[in-house]
């Protein structure tokens, strides 16, 4: 196949769509929470209710992040804004790590138990031609650059390399050096929405809408340079 990701203007118009969701999500759940739940906003109140669960709170948040990727039902990024601002950018950033590195490799996994019939029924046609043409002429590079791009969902971009020669490996450095950027700036967004730092938190959101529609503008010029 020689198609490629972004081919129509449909696709390209949804993945820019998609990368405005996540940085409005954001700015929305600081908002929300100072409004509707001033309390939240306190963060030595927040912390008292964290550790009064113990050491379950990292696991359980690890849990959740873990099977976000596998089912989907939230942004991975809003989950690590959640995660900052409960535990703190650096603390709260290696749990989102550890959950998203966790269920990409189950996803991975599973797509290559079952096979192409079982991920077909999972993701769109055109998104599979798409990431195979891309795979084809990339490679591993290529899936690295989507990787950077929060707007590509980790289940489904872990699912298609699942049908891809790629060893599991090589697939968990790729999950954990390419999301890194936009989990940090989604956990640090997170903890100075906490510190009611909302400057901040609508710099780091721009910086990673910015860098993200960066990334989606040169992306075969930089899985060119990484390859």
Known sequence: MTGRPFDSTDARNAALVRLGVVGI???????????????????????SAVESTGAFAP????????????????PGQALAAVGGYLFGTV??????MVGVVAGSAIVF???RRFGRPAVERLVADDALA??????????????????LLPAFPDDALCALAGLSPLRLRTLVVLVA?????????????????GAANYEAVALLVGIGVVASAVVYRYRDELAARVG
């Open 25 to 47: 999500a954001f700015a929305a759940v600081a908002v929300g929470v100072a409004v509707f739940a001033p309390r939240l906003a306190d963060p030595a109140w927040v912390r």
């Open 59 to 74: 696991l359980a948040f690890v849990g959740i992040q873990t099977i976000q990727v596998i089912l989907a039902p939230i």
């Open 91 to 96: 603390a709260g950033t290696v749990y989102s």
């Open 109 to 111: 996994l599973l797509a």
């Open 130 to 147: 798409r990431f195979d043409g891309f795979a084809d002429r990339r490679g591993v590079a290529g899936l690295f650059v989507l990787f």
């Open 177 to 193: 050096v390419g999301r890194l950027p936009t989990f940090a700036l989604a956990a640090a967004a997170g903890r100075n929405a």
